[in-house]
């Protein structure tokens, strides 16, 4: 019996500062603001996330997706980011999905984003676009754009699975 989900996908980042990661999100993003919400430090302990409290700030995309973006009251050092990205411990990256990539990349361009793969999208594949680049905390972003969406998910059928 496999688990049946009820709701989009929701992915929780941790973060350090709050505001700027809710800032950007939402500004070179476009996500949505949702909820704010203050975790006591007993709480935080029981759900094994932090040994301190932490804020969580949900916020969610155009097609219905969250992001939680969680900082825990003592945030940890920065992390070094350098190198390929699989070559990295624990790696992993948030995809966005678009229709329009060279839009999506100028936008963030305009937030005084640098991208990994460089200023312009990379065909990986006939019809298939994509750019990497970083949030402000370093959390890689893949931008992606299918000339077919409907081959690549045929299981969408009006923008809704």
Do not use: W
Not at 33 to 57: C, H, N
Not at 73 to 90: E, F, S, T
Not at 97 to 118: K, N, P, S, Y
């Amino acid at each position: 019996m496999s688990m049946k989900m009820i709701s989009p996908l929701e992915v929780g980042l941790g973060v350090r500062d709050l505001p700027r990661m809710r800032h950007f999100y939402e500004n070179a993003l476009g996500c949505q603001f949702v909820s704010e919400v203050a975790v006591p430090a007993d709480k935080a302990r029981q759900a094994a996330l932090s040994d301190g409290g932490y804020t969580v700030v949900r916020l969610q995309t155009s097609y219905g997706e969250r992001i939680k973006l969680l900082a825990p009251a003592n945030p940890p050092a920065a992390a070094a980011h350098g190198g390929p990205i699989l070559d990295q411990p624990n790696a992993c990256y948030l995809t966005f999905i678009v229709d329009d990539i060279d839009a999506a990349i100028a936008r963030l361009q305009a937030h005084g984003v640098e991208f990994l793969t460089g200023p312009a999208r990379v065909e990986v594949r006939p019809g298939t676009f994509l750019s990497f680049c970083r949030d402000p905390e370093g959390n890689v972003l893949e931008l992606v754009q299918y000339a077919d969406i409907h081959a690549y998910r045929p299981d969408l059928k009006n923008g809704s699975v």
